[in-house]
T-cell receptor, first 114, second 113 residues
Framework: ETGVTQSPTHLIKTRGQQVTLRCSSQSGHNTVSWYQQALGQGPQFIFQYYREEENGRGNFPPRFSGLQFPNYSSELNVNALELDDSALYLC?????????????FGNGTRLTVT | SQQGEEDPQALSIQEGENATMNCSYKTSINNLQWYRQNSGRGLVHLILIRSNEREKHSGRLRVTLDTSKKSSSLLITASRAADTASYFCATDVSYSSASKIIFGSGTRLSIRP
């Protein structure tokens, strides 16, 4: 089975720009969660998508938005980038919407905002 | 905000020794999970323990859960150099129609040869 893949692996953007990160979920998984991980910290929950709808959101401003597509792949969009947005962005998939299955992570996108 | 907090923040032991990491959390949970992360890569699920379980084993891993104290511990026996990584506990938090998995701040484990 194919695991979770994220693209790009690294990205450098300038403050104020917009960025789109992409995630392909593991085969058979219909739920995707996005996390932001600053250096030396634990992953912070951004939001979760289930069957193409946002299914829960963490404490992130509206300039963080997402999409899930019919094939369960997902995008994370961040507008008006700030220096503090520099982090590792992790996507994780799981096989169901609200049960508590383990998450399967991709290797992340390292975003640097200058 | 962090639901779980790991202790210690960093741990350095000799290869072959046992490593114990602790996790405390704030609210009631349905289950608690432990994940491992190598050097800025994705997290890998290690073990899940449900709220009605007290202890679980998987290979060299032993996890305990004390819901009365809202704490868990992860024991890695006979450590190896390859166990060098960051370890995170994660708890599920339910709200409205969704649940989310919240991670702690992690323990950075270093195994000395």
């Amino acid at each position: 089975e194919t695991g979770v893949t994220q693209s790009p692996t690294h990205l450098i953007k300038t403050r104020g720009q917009q960025v789109t990160l992409r995630c392909s979920s593991q085969s058979g998984h219909n739920t995707v969660s996005w996390y932001q991980q600053a250096l030396g910290q634990g992953p912070q929950f951004i939001f979760q998508y289930y069957r193409e709808e946002e299914n829960g959101r963490g404490n992130f401003p509206p300039r963080f938005s997402g999409l899930q597509f019919p094939n369960y792949s997902s995008e994370l969009n961040v507008n008006a980038l700030e220096l503090d947005d520099s982090a590792l962005y992790l996507c994780a998939s799981s096989p169901a919407g609200t049960d508590f299955s383990p998450l399967h992570f991709g290797n992340g996108t390292r975003l640097t905002v200058t | 905000s962090q639901q779980g907090e790991e202790d210690p923040q960093a741990l350095s032991i000799q290869e072959g020794e046992n490593a114990t990491m602790n996790c405390s959390y704030k609210t009631s949970i349905n289950n608690l999970q432990w994940y491992r992360q190598n050097s800025g890569r994705g997290l890998v699920h290690l073990i899940l323990i449900r709220s009605n379980e007290r202890e679980k084993h998987s290979g060299r891993l032993r996890v305990t859960l004390d819901t009365s104290k809202k704490s868990s511990s992860l024991l890695i026996t006979a450590s190896r150099a390859a166990d060098t990584a960051s370890y995170f506990c994660a708890t599920d938090v339910s709200y409205s129609s969704a649940s989310k998995i919240i991670f702690g701040s992690g323990t950075r484990l270093s195994i000395r040869p």
